[in-house]
């Protein structure tokens, strides 16, 4: 993913233009992302998950997480 703009936090300057003038020669830049939308489970696959018949909670959790951390990489 490319960066949509880069932020100086020693004088939190932020621009579009990696070699912007206003940067500090020391200051440390870091690259702004733009922020994904979140993608949720639908109605269907909340029922495939509860049709497993997990045999506790934590692994009822974790089948959730993992559906979801597929779902928003």
């Known amino acids: 993913m490319k960066p949509i703009a880069w932020y100086d936090p020693t004088n939190g300057m932020v621009s579009t233009d990696d070699d912007c003038p206003l940067f500090t020669p020391l200051g440390q830049v870091w690259p702004l992302y733009p922020q994904r939308t979140w993608v949720g489970l639908t109605s269907e696959e909340i029922g495939e998950i ?24």
Not at 50 to 73: D, F, H, P, Q, S
């Open 50 to 73: 509860y049709r497993v018949g997990w045999a506790n909670n934590m692994e009822l959790a974790r089948a959730i997480e993992a559906k979801l951390r597929e779902k928003n990489t």
